[in-house]
């Protein structure tokens, strides 16, 4: 299934109605006074979070919303009817920016929940409102109030438990291929992976977790090299990192000095990311020697003086994988159970978390622009081919297998 997970949209609210100006006529009253009804209140729009809602991609195709101006008022005190709110479905995990202030309107975290992004105009009020004992016959009355409109983006963050983290070819793709249904295309050549993906991964038969493949990263992608870091931003709401390091890359490379580079760009990115949990992953052990295995991981562990949590795979032969899932999943289940019980703990992962999303938001959009840039140069020295005239930066689409 196709994913999209941003699309910028105008939402404009319905305009009030009028109220009028009008004077009570009856036989058998003379002078009967004003009557002059009040204007409805224009359609307001509200963006709502669904769960059968699972991209934006509508939101590609139409991307103007109005909503419903009211009726004006009429005489015999009646009021105009009110504009139909309209109410856009997004799925739940959808951010609302303001385009214009880049302020958060909203942030939809579950079915149901929504939030007013444009009010509607208030009604005009009708000259019964301007009697006094000076005016018994006010000719006065007001316009409706013009519904508000603004710019919004929309963003989807792909909700990810754990989020691979590592270079071109260490095997990251393969690895989410033997732990889960996912199927992103694996080649022995870097870049294989241009848009991220989701799998489903299954600890046993009730528990589970989604973990994220994203494009390999290489040393100087904060500063752009490779496809940069722009894809990032989807482990910034994963709660652990697996960092895949192949332990001995056919280019020759030194997988210690490749590790610390990985890490490195991690931290120049969003030095808050660069605190999640990292589990390591010494990956395409069965390239190695069964009696020399041992010695070249410790050696490996050693130059990069790692302390945390380790594991020995070959995601190729599905070896080792599954103490990978299990010990993945304990540590999430923990620290679901902790949030769940703890408040202060909550809390705390609460306030880490809109810490990230700021700085990688900042981050993104700021790589973004630094890629459009790159890509006009090379565009202006006519190193781009037709085919590339589209690329403008924007990851938008990916592939999601929720497939089990
Ligand atoms: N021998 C061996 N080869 C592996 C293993 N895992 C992956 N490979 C091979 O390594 C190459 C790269 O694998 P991918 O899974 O595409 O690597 P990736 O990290 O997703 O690469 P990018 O998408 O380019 O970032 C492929 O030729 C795989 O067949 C493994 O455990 N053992
Ligand atoms: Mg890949």
Redesign the pocket.
């Known amino acids: 299934m196709r994913f999209v997970d941003e699309a910028v949209i105008t939402v404009e609210a319905g305009d009030g109605g009028n109220g009028v100006a009008s004077f009570r006529r009856e036989k058998f009253v003379p002078f009967g006074g004003p009557d002059g009804g009040d204007g409805g209140r224009g359609g307001s729009i509200y963006i709502q979070a669904d769960d059968d809602t699972s991209t934006l991609v509508d939101y590609r195709y139409t991307r103007k919303f109005r909503a419903e101006r009211a009726k004006n008022g009429r005489g015999a005190n009646c009021a105009g009817r009110g504009g139909e709110d309209t109410v856009l479905l997004v799925p739940v995990g959808t951010t609302i920016v303001d385009t214009e202030s880049g302020d958060i309107i909203g942030d939809l975290v579950a079915d149901g929940q929504r939030v007013l992004v444009a009010a509607g105009g208030d009604g005009g009020l009708g000259n019964t409102h301007f009697k006094s004992s000076t005016n018994r016959s006010p000719r006065k009355c007001t316009h409706g109030a013009k519904g508000e409109y603004r710019e919004i983006r929309l963003e989807l963050k792909v909700l990810a438990d754990v989020g691979?983290l590592?270079?071109?070819?260490?095997?990251?793709?393969?690895?989410?291929?033997?732990v889960s249904a996912a199927k992103?295309?694996?080649?022995?050549?870097?870049?294989?992976?241009?848009v991220p993906n989701l799998g489903v991964v299954d600890a046993d038969s009730h528990r589970s977790f989604v973990m994220a493949?994203?494009?390999?990263?290489i040393e100087g992608a904060s500063e752009g090299a490779g496809l940069g870091i722009r894809f990032l931003k989807h482990l910034a709401r994963t709660r652990i990192l697996l960092h895949?390091v192949?332990v001995q890359p056919?280019d020759g490379s030194d997988p210690a000095s490749n590790a610390k580079a990985i890490l490195n760009e991690l931290k120049k990115f969003s030095p808050t990311l660069a605190k999640l949990p990292v589990v390591l992953v010494l990956?395409?052990?069965?390239?190695l020697a069964e009696d020399t295995r041992e010695e070249w991981c410790n050696h490996l562990l050693e130059e990069m003086q790692w302390e945390g949590p380790v594991f020995k795979?070959?995601?190729?032969?599905s070896?080792g994988t599954k103490d990978v899932v299990y010990y993945l999943m304990d540590e999430i289940e923990k620290q679901r159970e902790l949030e769940a019980e703890d408040p202060e703990y909550a809390a705390q992962v609460k306030a880490f978390r809109d810490q990230l999303e700021a700085e990688t938001r900042e981050q993104t959009i700021a790589a973004k622009e630094a890629y459009r840039e790159m890509r006009r140069q090379q565009r202006l020295a006519g190193l781009l081919g037709d085919d590339d005239e589209d690329d403008d930066g924007d990851d938008g689409e990916m592939e999601v297998y929720y497939v089990r």
């Open positions: 691979l590592g270079m071109p070819n260490a095997g990251k793709s393969t690895f989410i291929r033997a992103p295309k694996v080649a022995d050549y870097p870049f294989t992976t241009m493949d994203i494009p390999g990263l895949i192949d056919i990956n395409k052990v069965d390239q795979t070959s995601g190729l032969m070896e």
